[in-house]
């Protein structure tokens, strides 16, 4: 499990939130389910499933290839409302049933606020 905290530096601002995977070209898994806690500075929870898509149904990545490594961007939220400053808390829980994932370089939150 990963928990992030993002600061909400203005108030009533939309943004965005975008999930970033880093893992080698040779991962063993297509995709890789995921479960997003998010709590903003108001109070308010969403709770969502996601599939992060690695490879597509013909075996090509879908992120950005650099050397060994495969990027993966996924929107989690567009748009969402933030209308107090504050800390945006975010968990991410791979629903992947294996003990480990191996292959796995990093995985980061971005948070973009219009």
């Known amino acids: 499990m990963l928990d992030f905290e993002l600061p909400v ?3 009533n601002r939309s943004c965005d939130l975008l999930f970033i995977f880093r893992c080698r070209k040779s991962f063993a898994y297509d995709e890789i389910p995921l479960n997003m806690v998010l709590n903003t500075p108001s109070g308010e929870e969403r709770i969502k499933e996601y599939q992060i898509q690695i490879r597509d ?3 090509s ?3 950005t290839l650099s ?3 495969c990027i993966t961007q996924l929107v989690l939220k567009r748009n969402l409302s933030c209308p107090k ?6 968990e991410i829980e791979n629903l992947n049933p294996r003990m480990e994932t191996e292959g ?5 939150l971005m948070l973009i606020q219009h």
């Open 57 to 59: 149904k013909n075996g």
């Open 61 to 63: 990545y879908t992120g």
């Open 85 to 90: 400053k504050g800390m945006l808390k975010v």
């Open 104 to 108: 796995v370089f990093s995985a980061g």
């Open 67 to 69: 050397g060994d490594t």
């Open 9 to 11: 530096t203005e108030s």
